[in-house]
């Protein structure tokens, strides 16, 4: 039976539906349409508002505008020695290839950059990475870069966009994603989408963690709808802990400090004035990769070292008021706004918040196709390029990088199955999906899912934190079991109105978050030894062995299952990059 | 601080009406207005609409009337204020429900605007680009904007007037403003500012500058020297006599 006709919903087609409009979607949208392709973007909230635009460092691209010694090859090496070498080589070699090219473009469109004193773009030095390589724009670089993508979008023949509008169901014909479900967070009507091609550019799941950077958006749906469509995931177990995030007042806990404050000269110390890093990477200092300051804050905390509110003290106030003021803006608006604390005159209190989800849908490197057949991911959403733990300003080079290959495969893609819009969809599957979608509102005496929601948060917190062990994550795992059971069977906090409701949106976030828990857990179980973010207190060493081991998560008629994988190793010229450079390989130190 | 609690008003409604509605929010320190909205969400009523993405004043999702100014919830500390503060939509566009309002206009009007343009010698040059740091950093303060749309709620024109059709708003000064100041844009958009865009409703009152969290400087910096520029090519004297007399101060086409 043919669906267009039926009056539950409205059809829209289009040969590419790029799921989020982010830097990731916004840049595949822009590709695709180059490609020829008619395209729709759907995004959860308005234009312009999406993640993206909190990325506050920089974009990492080996230009040396900055360092002239700088190159593909070294950004490549920090990159996969950041990673703790679990990433996927060529996506990595792609990346820093790549990204140079991505951000000159972005100048091209209107974006305008930090200069050199020579007029070229300025590049600041970052965590983790050799060389000073962040192009930037102040502390407010994803913004810069999200207006520079949107304008150029809305701008370009054949990419439409639908705001606030959330897709819930991907439906296959055949074995190839051929659409979609969505409904309009406004009234609660629903759109059946049918597409050559889909791109996934959905982002995280941080809001599964009870102190994060994200937004409430960050609910991991690209990952479930891609998991739930039988995609395969990978690296569920890494999410990456941003060294600093405020801590203090408990109203703005989990809110980003950017890197940038240590890329400018910040310095970190306990509350004996120490500064403890000395003790965790002496080379490379507060400018060691993430997962490493992240940690040595938790260390100093739990050995009694932390300041007042349980964090450490990110001091600056050796730099010029001025200097601080055009180089941090925001952070120094944002600490005297919201925590009355003047940067350029005291330190600011930080402790890790949960930041970025290195795992997510595997892709191949060249087109970021997924195992299903027609389903594309890029940016957050996908993994691989950053293994075990992302280097700042990698996100957003990742975004235009990784965006434009997956929007030009998507497009042509959709042209070789120019049919598939066309397909038959199964009606027995999207009315199920619909009944699914619906159900909370007619559960008036139902769970309220903002009590379920919280939930989530605490287990994870509790069972998932910076430094884990088996038993924390088995007990972790029984719970969000048993939060999956009574999530099917939620309300939607007691108003069963269609008219923008937020408590019905939450309780069918909740199925994503507990799909993205629910992996993190099992490959966090499997992977035995430390390494990168994923750090376990009764496995503290690195395993060589599991250096070229990936866990991947599939869906499998017996539920989920995890299972190791091993990567083909790196050509020499690769293996070549990463024994030639400086950058230090940070060996697992967790007591 | 001790533990107390806010009463906080909350207008409860859709494009029929509505009504503002009271809560009564415990207080934790350093709490800001979206918090105790999202507290009465989680807890109180389920269904309350509101838009918010970052809750660190980057977004600009989650703009609001605090006792009627126009402010963003996440920057907003409730201490600020007694034991009760009242938070309603922006009232210079349509409900859809309770905090939430229908702002496609402005995505509209921005796609009225011409992009960023820049010469053929620059497109055509392989080279990366040069551009000095404080020939970019005039256009640096309008590229701030954050889209939180404040500055197009508080302008009489677009609140008191309602003239959405023959004024694009303050957010648009500055939108064009940062293509005209861009040192390798080279479109000339003022026919647009005559026309379309509707520069001239502005009368200069700076009720936008005063809302804009970002601080930028609106009026003195984006809308007086876009009016300026206008004027000189289209109501300039001198100009205007010298191109009756068939000189070479032409006019730009409209």
């Given at each position: 039976m043919d669906l267009v006709s039926s009056p539950s919903y409205e059809t829209v087609e289009a040969d590419v539906l790029v799921l989020g409009a982010g830097g990731a979607g916004l840049r595949a949208a822009i590709a695709a349409a180059e490609g020829g392709a008619r395209v729709m973007v759907v995004c959860k909230s308005l234009l312009g508002k999406a993640h993206t635009v909190m990325a506050e460092g920089g974009v990492a691209a080996a230009m040396h505008n900055v360092a002239y010694q700088d190159s593909w090859e070294v950004h490549f090496a920090d990159t996969m020695k950041g990673g703790k070498l679990i990433n996927d080589w060529r996506m990595a070699e792609i990346h820093a290839k790549e990204s140079p090219d991505?951000?000159?473009?972005?100048?091209?469109?209107?974006?305008?950059?930090?200069?050199?004193?020579?007029?070229?773009?300025?590049?600041?030095?970052?965590?983790?990475?050799?060389?000073?390589?962040?192009?930037?724009?102040?502390?407010?670089?994803?913004?810069?870069?999200?207006?520079?993508?949107?304008?150029?979008?809305?701008?370009?023949?054949?990419?439409?966009?639908?705001?606030?509008?959330?897709?819930?169901?991907?439906?296959?014909?055949?074995?190839?994603?051929?659409?979609?479900?969505?409904?309009?967070?406004?009234?609660?009507?629903?759109?059946?989408?049918?597409?050559?091609a889909l791109v996934l550019a959905s982002g995280g799941a941080g809001k599964m963690y009870r102190v994060t950077s994200n937004s409430w958006e960050s609910t991991g749906d690209g990952t479930a709808l891609a998991y739930d469509a039988g995609a395969q995931l990978r690296d569920m177990e890494m999410v990456q802990f941003h060294p600093t995030g405020m801590v203090w007042?408990?109203?703005?806990?989990?809110?980003?400090?950017?890197?940038?404050?240590?890329?400018?000269?910040?310095?970190?110390?306990?509350?004996?004035?120490?500064?403890?890093?000395?003790?965790?990477?002496?080379?490379?200092?507060?400018?060691?990769?993430?997962?490493?300051?992240?940690?040595?804050?938790?260390?100093?905390?739990?050995?009694?070292?932390?300041?007042?509110?349980g964090g450490a003290f990110l001091d600056i106030t050796h730099r010029k008021p001025d200097f601080i003021k055009s180089k941090l803006p925001s952070m120094y608006e944002q600490f005297l706004k919201l925590a009355d604390v003047d940067i350029t005159k005291q330190p600011m209190e930080v402790a890790p918040t949960i930041h970025y989800a290195m795992g997510g849908v595997r892709v191949e490197a060249e087109t970021g196709a997924t195992s299903v057949a027609g389903l594309y991911a890029a940016g957050e959403v996908a993994s691989g390029l950053h293994g075990a733990n992302r280097l700042g300003g990698n996100s957003l080079s990742d975004l235009l990088v990784f965006g434009k290959r997956a929007g030009e495969a998507a497009a042509a893609s959709a042209v070789d199955h120019a049919k598939a819009a066309a397909r038959k969809l199964d009606q027995a599957e999207v009315e199920e999906a619909i009944a699914e979608l619906m159900a909370p509102l007619e559960r008036p005496a139902g769970e309220n899912p903002y009590r379920l929601q919280a939930e989530i948060q605490d287990v994870m917190t509790a069972h998932a934190p910076?430094?884990?062990?088996?038993?924390?994550?088995?007990?972790?795992?029984?719970?969000?079991?048993?939060?999956?059971?009574?999530?099917?069977?939620?309300?939607?906090?007691?108003?069963?109105?269609?008219?923008?409701?937020?408590?019905?949106?939450?309780?069918?976030?909740?199925?994503?978050?507990?799909?993205?828990?629910?992996?993190?857990?099992?490959?966090?179980?499997?992977?035995?030894?430390?390494?990168?973010?994923?750090?376990?207190?009764?496995?503290?060493?690195?395993?060589?062995?599991?250096?070229?081991?990936?866990?991947?998560?599939?869906?499998?008629?017996?539920g989920m299952q995890v299972k190791a994988e091993r990567r083909p190793p790196m050509p020499g010229y690769l293996a070549e990059a990463v024994r030639h450079s400086y950058a230090r390989y940070t060996p697992e130190e967790t007591e | 601080m001790d533990v107390s609690n806010l009463d906080l008003k909350i207008w409860r409604?859709?494009?029929?009406?509505?009504?503002?509605?009271?809560?009564?929010?415990?207080?934790?320190?350093?709490?800001?207005v979206l918090d105790a909205v999202l507290w009465v969400q989680a807890n109180i009523a389920s269904d309350l609409a509101v838009r918010w993405n970052c809750k660190a004043a980057k977004c600009g999702s989650c703009s609001a009337e605090i006792d009627g100014f126009p402010r963003l919830m996440c920057k907003t500390p409730i201490a600020e204020y007694g034991g009760q503060l009242s938070v309603g939509p922006m009232k210079a566009f349509t409900v859809i429900k309770d905090l939430v309002t229908d702002v496609s206009w402005n995505y509209q009007a921005n796609k009225e605007i011409p992009p960023f343009t820049?010469?053929?010698?620059?497109?055509?040059?392989?080279?990366?680009?040069?551009?000095?740091?404080?020939?970019?950093?005039?256009?640096?303060?309008?590229?701030?904007?954050?889209?939180?749309?404040?500055?197009?709620?508080?302008?009489?024109?677009?609140?008191?007037?309602?003239?959405?059709?023959?004024?694009?708003?303050?957010?648009?000064?500055?939108?064009?403003?940062?293509?005209?100041?861009?040192?390798?844009?080279?479109?000339?958009?003022?026919?647009?500012?005559?026309?379309?865009?509707?520069?001239?409703?502005?009368?200069?009152?700076?009720?936008?500058?005063?809302?804009?969290?970002?601080?930028?400087?609106?009026?003195?910096?984006?809308?007086?020297?876009?009016?300026?520029?206008?004027?000189?090519?289209?109501?300039?004297?001198?100009?205007?006599?010298?191109?009756?007399?068939?000189?070479?101060?032409r006019k730009p086409s409209a």
């Open positions: 991505r951000v000159l473009e972005l100048e091209r469109w209107g974006a305008v950059f930090d200069r050199t004193w020579q007029g070229r773009i300025h590049q600041r030095p970052f965590g983790a990475h050799t060389y000073p390589r962040l192009a930037h724009v102040g502390d407010r670089t994803g913004l810069e870069l999200i207006r520079t993508l949107q304008d150029r979008a809305v701008h370009q023949n054949g990419v439409d966009v639908h705001m606030e509008a959330t897709v819930f169901k991907l439906l296959k014909s055949r074995g190839r994603v051929a659409g979609a479900l969505a409904y309009r967070r406004a009234d609660g009507s629903l759109i059946l989408y049918r597409c050559g007042p408990a109203g703005v806990r989990g809110i980003l400090v950017t890197e940038g404050v240590r890329g400018e000269g910040g310095v970190l110390r306990n509350k004996d004035g120490e500064r403890f890093m000395e003790r965790y990477d002496r080379d490379r200092m507060e400018l060691s990769s993430r997962d490493v300051v992240a940690r040595a804050i938790n260390s100093e905390v739990i050995a009694g070292r932390g300041t007042p509110h910076i430094v884990r062990d088996e038993s924390g994550l088995r007990a972790g795992l029984e719970k969000i079991l048993e939060l999956k059971a009574r999530a099917a069977v939620c309300g939607a906090g007691g108003s069963g109105t269609l008219a923008f409701n937020p408590g019905w949106h939450t309780a069918r976030d909740l199925h994503s978050m507990l799909v993205n828990a629910e992996a993190l857990l099992r490959a966090a179980l499997e992977r035995k030894e430390s390494r990168g973010a994923h750090a376990r207190s009764d496995f503290p060493k690195t395993d060589d062995e599991l250096s070229d081991v990936n866990y991947v998560v599939e869906k499998t008629p017996q | 409604g859709d494009a029929k009406g509505g009504e503002p509605v009271t809560y009564r929010v415990p207080v934790r320190e350093g709490m800001v820049p010469g053929e010698k620059d497109l055509s040059s392989s080279e990366p680009w040069r551009m000095q740091q404080k020939d970019v950093e005039r256009v640096m303060e309008f590229r701030k904007c954050i889209e939180c749309f404040l500055c197009q709620d508080v302008c009489h024109v677009l609140r008191a007037h309602d003239l959405k059709g023959a004024f694009q708003g303050p957010r648009f000064m500055v939108r064009i403003a940062s293509l005209e100041m861009h040192p390798k844009d080279v479109l000339d958009r003022r026919p647009l500012l005559k026309g379309k865009a509707g520069i001239g409703y502005c009368n200069v009152t700076k009720c936008c500058t005063e809302v804009c969290p970002e601080h930028i400087h609106i009026t003195d910096n984006a809308i007086i020297p876009l009016k300026e520029r206008m004027d000189d090519a289209y109501f300039d004297p001198v100009r205007s006599l010298l191109r009756r007399l068939g000189g070479s101060a």
